[in-house]
């Protein structure tokens, strides 16, 4: 258990340096693709809420402590994301597997709407921000890169972490 | 299981709670406070660590960039595209020394013609994890003499221009907010006739100039310049003019303005740590140890050689003087 907390911390880390080092100069339509996000998603749907909701807070804090916008901001929206991606885990499967395709659509969604809670910030504290449109745009743009991301990071870390935890599902 | 998922919604609310919290404090404390000191040693922590990965990473993400764009026509058009976009990011791979190199020199002539006393630096990392934030991160903090609130510029084939100001620094990294930052509000003037305004940062909408007064219409193609405030040196290129259009509701009119940078593919800036020196202007350079001393030549065709490793060296008069291997240029040539 120990040990797959300590890789996914790893992980969060060093997803997000290379996020800001490299992952936001990519110039596709509308939006860079935020993998920090997926990771921190799909690493809560394998953990779970309790998880999820961690790595969120974590992730998110991190992610503030990097920036210039108010500290708390990332943290806030990536804990209950994490905690609603960690809803959809499946903790033992039971009755054979669950397909995984859903869940991961999933992500893709949460990726979209946390963009639009974290603009939405903006609106409420009254800071001066991107125009409606842009910010939509921003939003479904993120969300599709989300679910085109989520798989391959899906396919990447369910096996790591069940290497580090051959007992676990 | 069944206490279970109520536990976790009461952690869930805690952890809400906390953020909020973070929140209006780091509101209220502005800039300094503990949250400030939190980042400072974050940025510390990491920083190297990030410009280790922006370093080995950069030609990747050339690369994708080429595919991407090249990925928009017919199937062979679209493989022969995708092959020239390979062997270019391959040269660029090859290159990328030679054109930090590249600009760099631009940094220096375009600072030394403006005499600007300033720190080059290496951008590190780009935005935030939110995606939102239009900030660049420099390699360069307090111990190279960096504050926030200095001006942040960078060179081009054809001058060079504004890119931003520090926001935040730590010991060896700085946030820089470029110009278009929703935040970013500047005091400017059209280059021909010296109408003065305000140029303004919309986020992912264009950077707008409005003039001060209403009978004043800004033509396609005019440079737009900073005219000098506390936080701004003057005489900084902006951009150009691309549109004009009506303010809803005001008399002025609007004119768009293209920046001279795509901020996501910055490599070297410079910040200016000594303004203007002669207007009055005082410097924000905390008192250098020099170690070193090096002439550096500018001849009006600027050709500044550097060797890798070394520092630049040319025919003009200009002293670097470097504090912990960093060199800081005070450049003074003849200006226009």
Known sequence: MALRRVAAVVIIVTVLLVQLAALNRITTPAAAPNLILVVVLVLALLEGPAAGMAYGFGGGLLGDALSTHAFGRLALVWTVAGYLAGLMHDPGGRAGERSAALPLLAVGGLCAASTLAYAALDVVVGAAHDSTYHLIRQAVAVGVYGVVLAPFVYLVLRPALRRLEPNRA | ?336
């Open chain 2, 1 to 336: 299981m069944n206490r279970e998922p109520r536990r976790l919604r009461i952690v869930l609310a805690v952890l809400v709670l906390t953020a909020f919290t973070l929140i209006t404090l780091d509101y209220r404390a502005g800039k300094g406070g503990v949250l400030g000191g939190v980042r400072r040693v974050v940025s510390d922590v990491l920083s190297p660590i990030e410009s280790g990965f922006s370093r080995g990473l950069r030609p990747v993400g050339h690369l994708l960039g080429d595919v991407w764009h090249s990925g928009r026509d017919g199937d062979k058009v679209r493989t022969l595209q995708q092959r020239v976009a390979t062997l270019q990011a391959q040269i660029r791979q090859q290159a990328d020394v030679d054109a930090k190199e590249a600009s760099l020199q631009q940094l220096l002539t375009f600072a030394g013609r403006q005499s600007f006393g300033i720190v080059p630096a290496e951008v590190i990392g780009t935005g935030d994890a939110s995606g939102f934030d239009d900030t660049v991160t420099i390699d360069v903090g307090t111990s190279d003499g960096v504050v926030p609130d200095m001006t942040v510029i960078a060179g081009t084939t054809r001058g060079g221009g504004l890119v931003g100001r520090v926001l935040t620094a730590s010991a060896h990294a700085s946030i820089v907010a470029v110009v278009i930052d929703p935040g970013f509000g500047v005091g400017s003037r059209l280059v021909t006739n010296s109408q003065t305004g305000i140029t303004a940062g919309h986020g992912l909408a264009p950077l707008t100039f409005t003039p001060l007064a209403s009978n004043v219409r800004p033509q396609k193609g005019q440079v737009v310049e900073t005219v000098g405030s506390d936080t701004y040196a003057p005489g900084i290129p902006i951009g150009t003019v691309e549109s004009i259009g009506p303010t809803p509701g005001a008399t002025t009119v609007t004119a768009s303005v293209v920046p001279f940078f795509d901020y996501t593919s910055l490599d070297i800036v410079g910040v200016v740590v000594e303004p203007k020196t002669g207007t009055g202007v005082k410097p924000v350079l905390p008192t250098v140890t020099a170690t070193t001393t090096v002439t550096v030549t500018l001849t009006p065709t600027p050709t500044v050689t550097r060797t890798p490793g070394s520092t630049p060296t040319g025919t003009s008069t200009s002293t670097a003087t470097s504090t912990a291997g960093r060199p800081t240029a005070t450049t003074t040539a003849a200006g226009p």
